[in-house]
């Protein structure tokens, strides 16, 4: 049982009368929980720069606009799998080895060049002047991107066109936009054949779609890495940075959003559809781009990449609110509630079932009341006077004996209702299958199937949950079930319907840190490993401390008034990262370590999976 379940009202659900269930029931979870939801996933409730689309561009073009909306889906994953890449986390560190810098820039001079030509096609289709101007304009700012390029690299006494030839990843790309640009999309017949301005000013639209989002991230990036280095004024890439972080770049970023909406006005929606999958492909290319860069050095991400081979990788991970956009908590209950309305529309006892709904309603509410004020004194209580200078592991662990007896009461009380009774098994698991996971979470599971005995990788989900059934389900549901061990509570049922009783196995922040430590005491009996940890609340404090590595999704207050108060700092991971990449090299033990007391925080999945995992694209 969890704070954050049920400081939400219950939704008002009611059963289908049509069906043998009362599903669907997802629309009305999802209005009950949109507020949240975007609670959860908004970048702007962090600290700075956790993947978070840049706030200038934010204010780039109108709000609906094409380019926005195009953005703002990419900034999510495409911007993370980027940023994430090694050879952005080197070049931030300061650590990259010159010779793959000077690999990267004749790379991005054949890119360039492309990028050029395919400006130049652009200005040919468009017929409005203000727009071959803005076009233009573009152009030669290319060009002056070009020069840089080629001064450094004569520098080195490189000729970049001669000596080292595109690779196929840089290959892939321009060939993409030159055919984008030469009107050969979705079967196209190519501009050259075009007869009518609107055709040739919709190829002018698709070619404009392919080369924003080169604009919009490397923007986004001189930002990000910008603001991280700007203290270090001997870092030496510092330029480069600075020539994607300054104002000019990002007023050309600007400048070409606002030509794309212009131009996407005038098209259909099958038209846009079109434009918004050119803008993903380049995206993704320019994922792939940057993944494909030369780096003959050790790297801490991906993490798979940096450890050991021979080590197990071992991921944890709750579920409730870390995996999902609600609380399973309250859905449980509901579910059960509404198995009491259904039994009354079939006629039998209706009286006494519709009062016994009503009863289990009002129980319901006055045990998520109590519960919401007793946690908060309970938070209070745990609290020590004085805040920590450095993590006291021992007084935090002493402080969470104190949430623990209050969580198993909470879940004594809650049995003692009767509130959980008479709930059918399809109907938990139908539950299951509707769950929403958050935005990358899918995703990042189903990335751990299709690699995990390659990567000699094991995945745990620690829960609180009431049922594991219902995360079995959740799980299921998007092909995500094979391989993962999941450590949870059970109910108790006769036959297919629920008794009301549990099977407690997993109800407080010190049962969690147990069963964490005793699957980890396995592992390293036979074979050294690294942990991972992911959590969102304060009963995943000591987990995400024992592990070598705990990572914090979310933007919990309490979780962070806690931590804070015993010692525990709360690192954005891209920072993170960056400093222990700079560590790397001066030190031969792991630069991870357990009860270091610094946590990293993240704002999406997409972040986890590509310090993990990597990135889909590569």
């Known amino acids: ?49 956790q993947m978070s689309p840049s706030s200038s561009s934010a204010a780039a073009v109108a ?3 094409a380019a926005r909306r195009f953005w703002i889906a990419a900034s999510t994953r495409e911007a993370a799998f980027a940023t994430y890449t090694p050879f952005l986390i080197s070049l931030a560190a300061g650590s990259l080895p010159l010779d793959s810098f000077r690999h990267y ?19 040919e ?22 020069n840089l390029h080629s001064s450094v690299l004569q520098e080195w006494g490189v000729d970049p066109t001669k000596e080292i030839p595109p690779n196929p990843a840089t290959t892939k790309y321009t060939d993409f936009l030159l055919a984008t640009a030469a009107g050969k999309v979705d079967g196209g017949k190519g501009s050259d054949k075009m007869v009518t301005p609107f055709e040739k000013t919709k190829i002018a639209a698709y070619t404009v779609g392919a080369m924003t989002p080169c604009m919009r991230l490397y923007a986004y990036l001189g930002k990000e890495l910008g603001f991280l280095l700007k203290q270090d004024e001997n870092h030496p890439y510092k330029k480069w940075i600075n020539t994607y972080a300054a104002n000019d770049f990002e007023g050309n970023a600007l400048r070409i959003e606002e030509l794309l909406d212009k131009l996407s006005v005038s098209l259909t929606g099958e038209e846009l ?94 045990l998520s009341n109590q519960y919401t004020e007793e946690h908060e004194q309970c938070i209070e209580r745990l609290l020590p ?34 509130v959980l009774s008479g709930m059918n098994l399809d109907d938990i698991r139908k539950a299951g299958e509707r769950l929403i996971l958050q935005d990358g979470c899918r995703n990042f599971f189903q990335k751990i199937g299709e690699t995990r005995e390659n990567l000699n990788l094991d995945i745990h989900i620690l829960s609180y949950c009431w049922c594991a059934e219902l995360i079995r389900s959740a799980f299921s549901s998007v092909g995500c079930l094979d391989g993962l061990n999941i450590h949870s509570n059970e109910f108790a049922f006769e036959g297919s319907v629920s008794t009301g009783q549990i099977n407690r196995k997993i109800e407080s922040p010190l049962d969690k840190v147990e069963k964490f430590k005793n699957i980890k005491s396995d592992l390293d009996s036979t074979t050294p490993s690294l942990s991972v940890y992911i959590g969102d609340s304060v009963g995943d404090l000591l987990c995400l401390l024992e592990a070598d590595i705990g990572i ?3 933007s919990s207050t309490t979780l962070r008034r806690v931590g804070k108060q015993f010692g525990v700092s ?44 990597g990135n889909d694209f590569s």
């Open 63 to 65: 709000e609906g606009s």
């Open 105 to 123: 820039l004749a790379q991005d001079t054949h890119f360039l060049h492309a990028f050029e030509r395919a400006y130049e096609m652009a200005e």
């Open 273 to 366: 559809e079109i434009l918004g999958k050119l803008y993903q492909q380049a995206m993704r290319l320019e994922v792939a781009f940057f993944s494909a860069q030369l780096l003959d050095e050790p790297i801490v991400a991906p993490l798979t990449r940096y450890r050991d081979h021979k080590d197990k990788l071992v991921i944890f991970s709750d579920f409730d609110l870390t995996c999902t956009v609600v609380d399973s908590s309250a859905i449980l209950a509901e579910i059960a509630i509404l198995s009491h309305q259904k039994a009354s529309q079939s006629g039998s006892d209706n009286l006494v079932n519709r009062t016994k709904s009503a009863d289990l309603r009002n129980s319901w509410n006055v």
């Open 552 to 554: 914090v999704v979310g």
């Open 385 to 418: 006077p004085e805040e920590a200078k450095s993590l006291d592991y021992d007084q935090l662990y002493k402080g969470l004996e104190v949430l623990s007896e209050f969580e198993r009461q909470a879940n004594s009380r809650v049995i003692d209702s009767g």
């Open 125 to 146: 289709c468009a017929d409005d002047d203000d727009d071959k101007a803005t076009i233009t304009a573009l152009r030669q700012a290319v060009l002056r991107e070009l």
């Open 1 to 49: 049982m969890r704070l954050l379940c049920l400081r939400l009202p219950l939704p008002p659900l009611r059963p289908n009368p049509t069906t043998k269930s009362f599903f669907p029931l997802s629309s009305c979870w999802s209005r009950a929980t949109s507020t949240r939801t975007r609670t959860r996933t908004s970048p702007t409730n962090h600290h700075h720069k």
């Open 570 to 613: 709360f690192v954005p991971l891209l920072p993170g990262l960056i400093e222990k990449q700079r560590q790397l090299g001066k030190q031969e033990a792991s630069v991870f370590k357990a009860r270091s007391g610094v946590l990293h925080t993240v704002s999406s999945w997409s972040e986890v999976q590509a310090f993990i995992l």
